[in-house]
């Protein structure tokens, strides 16, 4: 037992770190760059996920890292702090999962041939469109902040934050929010909404503008879907197993393995959190020339201020982000 939880803090400190701290930068470049091209609706959805990418990955895996690997759980001492990491925390799951749908509904919307199609692709509905999904989210999770409760248990003489609820709203939680709100319905769309897409620029008659879509409109949604179903189908899978079966007497060792496979699979789960940096740097050549032109400014920047070499950057500050030309459609 003693070296099944050395083994579990290990893969939570050691899996979890590189995954925050990667996943945090990623998300705040994410800022960076799309902020001026947020009058694109599709910037602007990546935008907004990309912010609550932040907040999913400090109150849920940062959280956890410190839980798990150090000992130190905020939320068995403070009453507040139990109350809005569990709301919060879910909130921002199923804001970041909606903002990825609708972004690739829009991708779709702008693939199609019918100009009405089109048209429904604009900065004002996008605009009201994230702003119902998080009113719809945030009023999801109220019964968090009403239900979790520190309670001392009796048995091991610890006081934890546990969501006490009744048998309804638990099994909603269970068999409804968590494998269809974060598994079935962002798959589908995903998916369908993915392949509508790819046939809709196959069929574009102009060349350029046939390139031009699949490059910024397909490749980036195409490359997230495997890996939003690598990280979440798992987490969700066994989620639900772990609870059909927790009335079935099990033995300590299976105790102790699915403890093991339950961090695995939660690490993995934040991987979609943490990737969307990495997955548009690796599919949008627009988006890694708006990088480098930030690095290399940066690093200009810092060798001007030591004053190490002096370095015109004149010719950097008179190019036009690349992501602003390529985002019209």
Not at 148 to 160: C, M, P, R, V, W
Not at 228 to 245: C, H, M, N, R
Not at 284 to 298: D, G, I, N, T, V
């Amino acid at each position: 037992m003693y070296s099944n939880t050395a083994l579990i803090r290990s893969i939570t400190v050691y899996g979890g770190s590189p995954i925050f701290i990667f996943g945090t930068l990623g998300n705040l470049l994410n800022i960076r760059f799309l902020w001026r091209t947020r009058r694109n609706p599709c910037a602007f959805i990546f935008l907004v996920s990309s912010f609550f990418n932040c907040i999913v990955l400090f109150y849920g895996l940062f959280t956890r890292i410190l839980s798990i690997g150090f000992d130190l759980d905020w939320s068995n001492t403070n009453r507040i702090w139990c109350k809005t990491r569990i709301a919060f925390t879910e909130a921002s799951f199923l804001i970041s999962i909606t903002c990825i749908c609708l972004a690739s509904i829009d991708r779709f919307l702008t693939s199609c041939r019918q100009e009405k199609y089109r048209k429904l692709s604009r900065l004002s509905l996008t605009r009201w469109a994230i702003i119902l999904t998080i009113i719809f989210w945030l009023g999801h999770s109220i019964p968090y902040l009403i239900h979790a409760e520190l309670s001392y248990n009796s048995k091991t003489g610890l006081i934890s934050c546990l969501l006490l609820i009744n048998t309804a709203h638990a099994n909603y939680l269970r068999y409804v929010a968590l494998p269809v709100y974060l598994g079935l319905f962002p798959s589908m769309i995903l998916i369908i909404t993915g392949l509508m897409t790819y046939r809709n620029t196959n069929r574009l008659q102009i060349l350029r503008q046939r390139q031009l879509l699949q490059k910024q409109l397909t490749s980036m949604m195409l490359t997230q879907i495997p890996i939003i179903l690598f990280s979440t189908l798992p987490y969700i899978i066994f989620t639900e197993y772990t609870a059909v079966t927790s009335t079935i007497i099990k033995s300590t060792d299976q105790k102790a393995v699915e403890r093991l496979f339950t961090n695995i699979v939660t690490l993995l789960f934040y991987i979609t959190f943490a990737c969307p940096f990495f997955v548009f740097f690796a599919s949008s050549a627009s988006f890694r020339r708006e990088a480098k032109m930030f690095l290399l400014r940066e690093k200009t920047n810092l060798f001007t201020t030591n004053q190490i070499q002096p370095y015109s950057i004149a010719i950097i500050k008179n190019i036009q982000p690349a992501i602003v030309n390529e985002n019209k459609h």
